[in-house]
């Protein structure tokens, strides 16, 4: 417990067996430094999140001016909602949401050369409607959220 808390107030590179220190962001995990397949900045990702967050406010809006929701369901919750559906059935899918295909970025597993699944972008997802865990970010620049379920936000052009 004292090494994982040491590590945390050291900083993300205290966390690296032995010291090593990477040339690039995603070296360790033998992804090129430029590219397609090299891990995405933080700007893209923050911009796909943006342009998924118009499209889910874009469909609520379209949703309540057909149908009267209910009061438990006001117009931010049903924005989340269908983002939180956007990003898990997109990353489940197809390795992406619309906001990262329109970036030119996808999610991949570190761990094996197989698709994400299900449950890695269920995790990612709740995960990041709480806001936090993507915007604590290791050495790679990968947000907590990725680190916790293996993933990575690369460059796919």
Known sequence: MRDSIGSWLSGP?????????????????GLPEQGAGSLASTGRRV?????????????????????????WMPWGTLTLVIWAIFSVVGVWLFAFTPGMAWMGMGVVRLDAAVRVGLVRPVVRTVLTVFIAPPLIGDVDGRGMHDRATGTAVINTR
């Open 13 to 29: 590179s205290a966390a690296l067996p032995d010291g090593e220190q990477s040339r690039y962001p995603g070296e360790r995990f």
């Open 47 to 71: 911009g796909a999140l943006v342009i998924d967050w118009l499209m889910s406010m874009g469909i609520a809006a379209l949703i309540l001016s057909l149908f009267t929701l209910p009061d």
